[in-house]
């Protein structure tokens, strides 16, 4: 949980689940991009803002100073893989690797600007688990129709957006510390609630349960928990994989 790792799973788990949305087989080469790449943008913003982050991830920024060593091999290891997996992705895939990657070297000048973390950190997380999943396939992506990778984008991405809307409640940046936490929870909410109703709307009923999960998390958060600090990291954060695994289950069964 306090090394990222928890966080990275979100993200092969999103790519499958897009891809049972989408139709297609999401090879290992995009799951192993996604998790690292996730892994590694977060793990370094872990060490680079520790003094930073003591006041708000207490027990988080502990950890991190006390693993500190071990902690930079992880992430080291993880940016080997991950660059070698992201040779093995189709072409078209590497646009959107390259896209993601640059936000995700620019997200320690960028995510203190007022109103702009929530809205590119979501872009690049889509870009990640929707369009390498689309682009790995592109001749079944076109069989699925432009409408529905429209939707699961659309669905995936409120669902993370509400993520971060709350994650930011911890941390006390982008438009949440200006919105107040409680009209930042009802935000966060209604993403789940839209993103629950296009998911059926445009039959893709298995993805309703990420932001179904979602939207069951930030209830829990906004009752107080005992430790906010380790249910954000775990039960927020753990909400994404937990809806994504679930929204597989009807494929499973057929």
């Known amino acids: 949980m306090f090394s990222s790792i928890w966080a990275a799973l979100v993200a092969p788990a999103l790519m499958l689940a897009s891809g049972s949305a989408l139709g297609v087989a999401v090879p290992t080469s995009a799951l192993a991009f996604g998790f690292c790449g996730v892994l590694v943008v977060y793990g370094v913003?872990?060490?680079?803002?520790?003094?930073?982050?003591?006041?708000?991830?207490?027990?988080?920024?502990a950890f991190v100073a006390r693993h500190r060593a071990r902690l930079v091999t992880l992430y080291g290891a993880a940016a080997l893989v991950g660059a070698g997996a992201a040779l093995a992705l189709p072409r078209p895939a590497w646009a959107l690797a390259a896209v993601a990657g640059g936000l995700g070297l620019l997200h320690r000048r960028l995510k203190h600007v007022p109103l702009l973390k929530t809205g590119y950190v979501?872009?690049?997380?889509?870009?990640v688990t929707v369009g390498i999943p689309a682009c790995t396939h592109p001749s079944a992506t076109a069989r699925a129709g432009s409408g529905s990778l429209a939707a699961v984008a659309l669905v995936v991405g409120a669902a993370i957006a509400a993520n971060l809307v709350v994650s930011n409640l911890r941390d006390g940046e982008s438009g949440a510390a200006f919105v107040g936490?409680?009209?930042a929870l009802r935000v966060a909410l209604g993403c789940c609630a839209a993103a629950g109703l296009l998911a059926l709307a445009a039959d893709e009923a298995g993805l309703a349960a990420i932001p179904a999960v979602q939207a069951a998390a930030i209830v829990g958060l906004a009752r107080g928990p005992a430790d906010p600090e380790r249910y954000g990291l775990l039960q927020i954060d753990g909400a994404l994989t937990a809806g994504a695994v679930l929204s597989l289950v009807p494929s499973w069964i057929a």
Do not use: E, F, G, K
Not at 122 to 127: D, G, K, P, R
């Open 181 to 183: 936490p409680q009209t």
């Open 45 to 61: 913003d872990r060490l680079r803002d520790l003094d930073r982050d003591r006041s708000t991830s207490p027990a988080r920024s």
């Open 122 to 127: 979501t872009l690049a997380w889509v870009v």
